[in-house]
């Protein structure tokens, strides 16, 4: 028996947090059918060793404990990145860091390069300033994945400086650039976005 035969369906908090839409890309919370998916995509250790959390290997249960756990109280949100034709690519959320929420997201290496965390950073920033009044985010990328840095700058964050985090999957700590944006930025950025389409 696995997890998606024990736990009843309504023990998800699927409707805690609402369908995100852009251009190409929808973000909805994780069902326990898409445990397979997200086992086989989060399963390589170029995800896990740019993420805070993500073991490797990525088993079948992790998947499970992930989705199990996603989008309880606590101010957490998170979803996952799907194309319009509901292809899972990746994963992304805010989760409750002190008083500051912290952004975090990873691809499936096949969707790398192709611009979709970039534009589903832009609609959960837009959802953590609009719809959940946060104040400010903060994010953060390790020094050697400079491909995550250029998502956080094109979507508005400002280099606050250099820590050390946890990374599981290496068993050990390591440097990470971390991030910080405004809610007066991103309404400045909006704005600046807005006329540039006008002009």
């Given at each position: 028996m696995t997890l998606l035969?024990?736990?009843?369906?309504?023990?998800?908090?699927?409707?805690?947090?609402?369908?995100?839409?852009?251009?190409?890309?929808?973000?909805?919370?994780?069902?326990?059918?898409?445990?397979?998916?997200?086992?086989?995509l989060a399963n390589d250790r170029r995800i896990a060793e740019n993420t805070a959390r993500i073991p490797h290997p990525y088993r079948m249960s992790d998947a499970e404990s992930f989705i199990t756990g996603?989008?309880?109280?606590?101010?957490?949100?998170?979803?996952?990145?799907?194309?319009?034709?509901?292809?899972?690519?990746?994963?992304?959320?805010?989760?409750?860091?002190?008083?500051?929420?912290?952004?975090?997201?990873?691809?499936?290496?096949p969707h790398w390069g192709q611009g979709y965390a970039t534009e589903a950073l832009?609609?959960?920033i837009d959802y953590a300033f609009t719809d959940l009044a946060h104040e400010s985010l903060q994010a953060g990328a390790r020094v050697t994945n400079p491909a995550s840095r250029r998502v956080l700058e094109k979507c508005g964050f400002q280099w606050t400086g250099v820590g050390l985090y946890?990374?599981?999957?290496?068993?050990?700590?390591?440097?990470?650039?971390?991030?910080?944006?405004e809610r007066g930025i991103w309404s400045a950025l909006k704005t600046w976005g807005r006329m540039k389409r006008v002009m």
């Amino acid at each position: 028996m696995t997890l998606l035969e024990r736990i009843p369906r309504e023990t998800f908090h699927e409707g805690s947090i609402p369908v995100l839409e852009t251009k190409r890309l929808a973000l909805r919370a994780p069902r326990l059918e898409d445990a397979k998916t997200v086992a086989v995509l989060a399963n390589d250790r170029r995800i896990a060793e740019n993420t805070a959390r993500i073991p490797h290997p990525y088993r079948m249960s992790d998947a499970e404990s992930f989705i199990t756990g996603a989008n309880k109280a606590g101010g957490e949100a998170v979803f996952l990145i799907t194309l319009r034709d509901e292809t899972i690519v990746g994963a992304c959320g805010l989760l409750m860091q002190e008083q500051t929420p912290e952004l975090g997201f990873w691809l499936g290496v096949p969707h790398w390069g192709q611009g979709y965390a970039t534009e589903a950073l832009h609609a959960v920033i837009d959802y953590a300033f609009t719809d959940l009044a946060h104040e400010s985010l903060q994010a953060g990328a390790r020094v050697t994945n400079p491909a995550s840095r250029r998502v956080l700058e094109k979507c508005g964050f400002q280099w606050t400086g250099v820590g050390l985090y946890r990374i599981n999957s290496i068993k050990s700590s390591a440097p990470i650039d971390r991030f910080r944006l405004e809610r007066g930025i991103w309404s400045a950025l909006k704005t600046w976005g807005r006329m540039k389409r006008v002009m």
